[in-house]
């Protein structure tokens, strides 16, 4: 499956990510700080979706009330809610 999701709140513009059989495959995002965000990437591939909610919702960015890495679980918990992916 593959999960387009555009961010709110956050620098980053665009995330792409693939899932399979619950696994996370690959994850592609456009703007924001490319270091941190290719280091996020490359650390949740073949992780469990339900593990990277776990570890990564709810991480605020300064003063924002919400992170890269909190979309990349609203894309992933949006994708549960429309696709059972677990």
């Given at each position: ?6 961010p ?8 792409e990510?693939?899932?399979e ?11 924001g700080c ?15 979706v ?9 991480i ?5 009330k919400t ?20």
């Amino acid at each position: 499956m593959l999960i387009e999701y555009k961010p709110r709140g956050v620098c980053s513009q665009q995330m792409e990510i693939e899932v399979e059989d619950g696994v996370i495959k690959r994850v592609h995002i456009l703007g924001g700080c490319q270091g941190n965000l290719q280091g996020i990437s490359q650390l949740v591939v073949g992780m469990k979706v339900e593990d990277v909610v776990a570890r990564l919702k709810g991480i605020s960015c300064g003063f924002k009330k919400t992170s890269c890495p909190d979309q990349l679980t609203c894309a992933l918990q949006k994708a549960y809610q429309s696709e059972s992916i677990s």
